[in-house]
Every structure is written in structure tokens, then in C-alpha cells.
């Protein structure tokens, strides 16, 4: 199956697809699907995939957050899918601000679930989509208030903060201020 599959992408390579497929990227894609060898990335081609650096792969490699799965003869530094999902990982953690070295200690911890974290990032981003969209509506209200178009309230222009706040202090202090003041109180 190997043989006719290497046969195969040679003719397309030659035939259809010279200009628009990399033939080694597409041929480790298809030897993949078939079960076949892992799929393997120079460092340039890591970065091209991910959209990171080489100087900024490096960086990783140096400090411990990202090693290659291995080096190849003439000393590249060649990536697996192992590697694809962990710079994955450091990148989502990376987009919620949280500091290279603390990644590393995530990523390198024995107990690390990977599906655990992914559903963490889930939450941490739909979290920070619905404050964005509270801060979008407010600007919105307020652009059509500046433009006398609308009317606004100055409790309106506070409201999208207001939330915030007020899911902060109940997170923080919901429970203790229930017991304390009642229920009635804390919602008015």
C-alpha cells in the first residue's frame, strides 16, 4: 500500500499539484491517515505550522517549556504530534496570560490532564467573551448616546462594570454575606 501511495504522490506532484502542495507535508499527512509513520516536523516547519517563531521555539527548547522529540543527523531540531498538541497547550496558556515558567510547571507535571486544561481554557474564554460583549454593548449604547441618537442612563454607562463587580463580591463573599444579612437583603 506504502509503495503505490509514494507512486501515487510522485505522479501528483508531477502532474497536478507542484505549485500548490508541499509533497513531503502531504505525503506524511496521507501515511498518517493510513495508519502509517508519525508525522515529523523540522523546526521551520514547526514554526510555519504554529505560526511561532523558530528563534521563539528555540527560546522554549532552551528553558525547558518545549523540547524536540529528538535531533535529526545534521543536528535540526525535528517536532512529533506530541509536541504539535503540547505547543498548543503552552499557546492557550500563553493567551490567558499566565507566565512561561508557571506553563512549564503545568505542562511538565506528571497529573497534567490535557482535556482537563482544554476544558478550563473552554470556560477562561467563553467567561472573557460574555464581558466583552457586556463592555461592546455598553460602548454601543454610549456611541448612539454621544450621537443624541439614544438616551442613556448613568446607571446604563456603569452597567457592563457593575457586573463585573458584583460577580466578583459574590464569588468572594456571596456565601458569608447570605448567612449574615439574608437573602432578601443581598439581592436588593
Do not use: W
Amino acid at each position: 500500500m506504502r509503495g503505490f501511495l509514494a507512486v501515487f504522490l510522485c505522479h501528483l506532484k508531477e502532474i497536478i499539484f507542484e505549485k500548490f502542495i508541499d509533497i513531503d507535508v502531504a505525503s506524511k499527512f496521507m501515511l498518517k491517515a493510513l495508519g502509517g509513520d508519525i508525522l515529523e516536523y523540522a523546526i521551520n516547519q514547526m514554526a510555519k505550522l504554529s505560526g511561532v517563531s523558530t528563534r521563539t521555539l528555540r527560546y522554549y527548547d532552551e528553558i525547558g517549556l518545549l523540547e524536540p522529540a529528538h535531533t535529526n543527523e545534521a543536528g535540526y531540531r525535528i517536532y512529533t504530534d506530541k509536541e504539535v498538541d503540547q505547543l498548543q497547550q503552552i499557546l492557550f496558556f500563553k493567551e490567558m496570560d499566565i507566565k512561561l515558567a508557571d506553563i512549564r510547571r503545568f505542562v511538565s507535571d506528571a497529573d497534567f490532564d490535557v482535556l482537563q486544561a482544554l476544558e478550563k481554557h473552554y470556560q477562561v474564554l467563553v467567561k472573557k467573551r460574555r464581558k466583552i460583549d457586556q463592555l461592546l454593548t455598553t460602548i454601543e449604547r454610549t456611541i448612539q448616546y454621544q450621537k443624541g441618537v439614544k438616551a442613556m442612563t448613568n446607571e446604563e454607562k456603569f452597567a457592563a462594570f457593575k457586573r463585573e463587580s458584583l460577580k466578583k463580591n459574590e464569588a468572594l463573599y456571596g456565601t458569608e454575606i447570605r448567612k449574615n444579612y439574608g437573602e432578601k437583603v443581598v439581592e436588593a
